[in-house]
């Protein structure tokens, strides 16, 4: 049974990494224990999943990407789907470290000058007959969003 042996093969080398990064501990996704590593967030429910990768799985999958084993492989040893490992692996292929930053910055139309210049000049002409119903109309938005342009404008 090949895909059994991988397996194997694949779990001992996160093992391996594990311990060449010197924590020392015993991952439970890793080895099927029960045991809870030292550096695990405060307020996390033992056993519980994050909905994140943590920066040690992200580096795992990434080290066991890069010594050639399969995204399936990797995911089941994770206990992660193999759609999260993919992007880990498309990642790595882009040429990203697995510690680099992963959030993304939204860009808002709070921000826009030229949507703020159109809600300024709508502004000045209705002379203070323009609604929060309105503005969520000129800005293709909801009521709710509009009332947070007007907040962020300080009107």
Known sequence: MRGGRQSSD?????????????????????????????????????????????????????ELLMAGHSVSSIAKVLERSIPTISRVKKEVLKGKSWNEKRSKKRKSKFDNPET???????????????????????????????????RKQEW
């Not at 779990?11 to 020392?24: F, L, P, V």
């Not at 045991?35 to 795992?60: N, V, Y």
């Not at 159109?118 to 323009?130: F, I």
């Not at 503005?135 to 342009?149: D, K, M, N, P, R």
């Open 116 to 150: 703020i210049a159109m809600m300024t000049q709508h502004w000045d002409e209705a002379d203070g007959e323009l609604t929060y119903e309105k503005i969520a109309e000129l800005l293709g938005c909801s009521t709710s969003t509009a009332w947070a342009f007007v």
């Open 10 to 62: 694949v779990m001992e080398q996160a093992q391996q990494i594990m311990n060449d990064a010197g924590t020392g501990e015993t991952n439970p996704a890793v080895t099927g224990g029960e045991m809870i590593p030292q550096d695990a967030q405060a307020g996390e429910i033992p056993g519980q999943r994050t909905r994140f990768l943590s920066m040690q799985e992200r580096k795992q999958a990434t």
